[in-house]
């Protein structure tokens, strides 16, 4: 079979014109090669390109005469050249920028008072939100890129982040999010000359369609009810208007709070939570067991057989830890709502485990930061982090469809129809 005969195109031949007299790598990538000598005159030719659209626009308006005088007067003029160092992929980049006469001219590929290229931006916030430092920024982008970018463009590139985390901190919530789980972590922010722990509260939720969506992002001195009651007022004000169920740790009066301002919400108490606040009061050597019968209560098939299966437990180990069944007995009713659902659902509720997979996601981010220098460099970490995590939320969570259903049979005034 005949081999085609591939066409070359403008672009081609020209290509083979540069590379004529090819003299290896380095005299195409290197430190002053024909790539970064080619970018040099692409961007000088797209400015006098801009220029030119530039004056022909205001010579069209002069004669249409929305723009002062028709005449030769007030007729604008190229006006040479300044000259102006960029950041580029390529490293330092000398230009020359066109002018014009009257001042008039705002270049768009270079705007005034920018010293680095669309796309210098965006490395820097993704290396940002890995949770490098700054010095680390500047590393990477020297070694990839031979750029050499100073502390103040990285922390000029990403204070911009915080006017959107502001936005999107006050975006308008669904009117219901079936199920919601609320956590917190800890970082350290210097503060007054001293460093201190503050807590991060996070709240994710499912929607409807099944995909999780984190709420809100908060920092405060310390985790407290008091001040998840002022959030939970916050998301009622943004449009959240009920919650079905809302899965928790063991914090003292966080269900409360959340009834103050959902009284209709089922508060579930995160398993997971309890069972290792258990384990705290038995020697390593017991824990698998005492564990293995825990976990005969919280999957028993029905409420009457886990109340057996932990008078058994109780019957069992009070000799040894009465503090465990005690412990369970006093948030029996913050327990039970998981024993109204089949297995399926059980599992999506039952523990905070989709929080404290965002949580772990996080901490990858911060064990790399000793202390932060404020507040607003939390949160513009944070939510950079939390911007990549969510990219992977494409998908309704396991199961959501029989949850769905079971919601819509138990809660038929509550659920949109």
Same mark, same amino acid.
């Given at each position: 079979?005949?081999?085609?005969?591939?066409?070359?195109?403008?672009?081609?031949?020209?290509?083979?014109?540069?590379?004529?007299?090819?003299?290896?790598?380095?005299?195409?990538?290197?430190?002053?090669?024909?790539?970064?000598?080619?970018?040099?005159?692409?961007?000088?030719?797209?400015?006098?390109?801009?220029?030119?659209?530039?004056?022909?626009?205001?010579?069209?308006?002069?004669?249409?005469?929305?723009?002062?005088?028709?005449?030769?007067?007030?007729?604008?003029?190229?006006?040479?050249?300044?000259?102006?160092?960029?950041?580029?992929?390529?490293?330092?980049?000398?230009?020359?920028?066109?002018?014009? @006469? /009257?001042?008039?001219?705002? *270049?768009?590929?270079?705007?005034?008072?920018?010293?680095? &290229?669309?796309? !210098?931006?965006? +490395? %820097?916030?993704?290396?940002?939100?890995?949770?490098?430092?700054?010095?680390?920024?500047?590393?990477?982008?020297?070694?990839?890129?031979?750029?050499?970018?100073?502390?103040?463009?990285?922390?000029?590139?990403?204070?911009?982040?915080?006017?959107?985390? @502001? /936005?999107?901190?006050?975006? *308008?919530?669904?009117?219901?999010?079936?199920?919601?789980? &609320?956590?917190? !972590?800890?970082? +350290? %922010?210097?503060?007054?000359?001293?460093?201190?722990?503050?807590?991060?509260?996070?709240?994710?939720?499912?929607?409807?369609?099944?995909?999780?969506?984190?709420?809100?992002?908060?920092?405060?001195?310390?985790?407290?009810?008091?001040?998840?009651?002022?959030?939970?007022?916050?998301?009622?004000?943004?449009?959240?208007?009920?919650?079905?169920?809302?899965?928790?740790?063991?914090?003292?009066?966080?269900?409360?709070?959340?009834?103050?301002?959902?009284?209709?919400?089922?508060?579930?108490?995160?398993?997971?939570?309890?069972?290792?606040?258990?384990?705290?009061?038995?020697?390593?050597?017991?824990?698998?067991?005492?564990?293995?019968?825990?976990?005969?209560?919280?999957?028993?098939?029905?409420?009457?057989?886990?109340?057996?299966?932990?008078?058994?437990?109780?019957?069992?180990?009070?000799?040894?830890?009465?503090?465990?069944?005690?412990?369970?007995?006093?948030?029996?009713?913050?327990?039970?709502?998981?024993?109204?659902?089949?297995?399926?659902?059980?599992?999506?509720?039952?523990?905070?485990?989709?929080?404290?997979?965002?949580?772990?996601?996080?901490?990858?981010?911060?064990?790399?930061?000793?202390?932060?220098?404020?507040?607003?460099?939390?949160?513009?970490?944070?939510?950079?982090?939390?911007?990549?995590?969510?990219?992977?939320?494409?998908?309704?969570?396991?199961?959501?469809?029989?949850?769905?259903?079971?919601?819509?049979?138990?809660?038929?005034?509550?659920?949109?129809?």
């Amino acid at each position: 079979m005949p081999r085609r005969k591939i066409e070359k195109t403008r672009a081609d031949e020209l290509l083979d014109e540069l590379l004529e007299d090819y003299q290896g790598p380095e005299a195409i990538l290197g430190k002053d090669g024909l790539l970064k000598q080619l970018s040099k005159r692409l961007i000088e030719r797209a400015l006098q390109a801009e220029l030119s659209h530039h004056l022909e626009q205001e010579h069209l308006e002069i004669e249409a005469g929305t723009l002062g005088q028709a005449g030769e007067a007030i007729r604008n003029s190229r006006n040479g050249y300044f000259a102006k160092t960029i950041q580029g992929d390529l490293g330092r980049l000398p230009i020359q920028v066109p002018r014009d @006469r /009257q001042s008039t001219f705002e *270049p768009v590929l270079v705007p005034k008072g920018q010293r680095h &290229l669309a796309g !210098l931006e965006e +490395k %820097v916030i993704a290396l940002y939100a890995r949770g490098c430092s700054t010095r680390d920024i500047q590393a990477h982008l020297q070694d990839l890129y031979g750029v050499e970018v100073s502390a103040t463009l990285i922390s000029q590139v990403t204070d911009v982040v915080i006017e959107e985390v @502001r /936005q999107w901190q006050a975006r *308008p919530l669904e009117a219901l999010y079936p199920i919601v789980w &609320l956590d917190a !972590l800890v970082v +350290k %922010v210097r503060e007054h000359n001293r460093v201190m722990n503050k807590a991060v509260y996070l709240v994710l939720g499912v929607n409807l369609s099944g995909n999780k969506e984190l709420l809100g992002l908060w920092i405060a001195q310390t985790e407290g009810a008091k001040f998840w009651l002022g959030i939970l007022t916050e998301l009622k004000n943004r449009g959240l208007q009920d919650i079905l169920i809302a899965c928790v740790d063991g914090l003292t009066g966080f269900p409360e709070a959340i009834e103050a301002v959902y009284p209709q919400t089922q508060v579930q108490l995160c398993i997971v939570h309890l069972v290792r606040n258990s384990l705290k009061y038995v020697p390593w050597k017991q824990q698998r067991q005492v564990a293995s019968d825990l976990k005969s209560v919280y999957q028993a098939s029905t409420l009457e057989q886990a109340e057996d299966a932990l008078t058994a437990f109780a019957q069992k180990w009070d000799t040894c830890y009465p503090t465990i069944s005690g412990l369970w007995l006093r948030h029996w009713e913050r327990i039970i709502p998981l024993f109204a659902y089949p297995a399926d659902i059980r599992r999506v509720v039952y523990t905070t485990n989709a929080i404290e997979s965002v949580n772990r996601s996080l901490r990858k981010v911060l064990k790399t930061k000793g202390s932060f220098p404020d507040d607003d460099a939390v949160l513009k970490l944070l939510y950079l982090a939390l911007r990549n995590i969510a990219k992977k939320w494409t998908m309704p969570i396991k199961d959501w469809k029989a949850a769905l259903n079971r919601f819509a049979i138990e809660f038929p005034e509550r659920f949109p129809h």
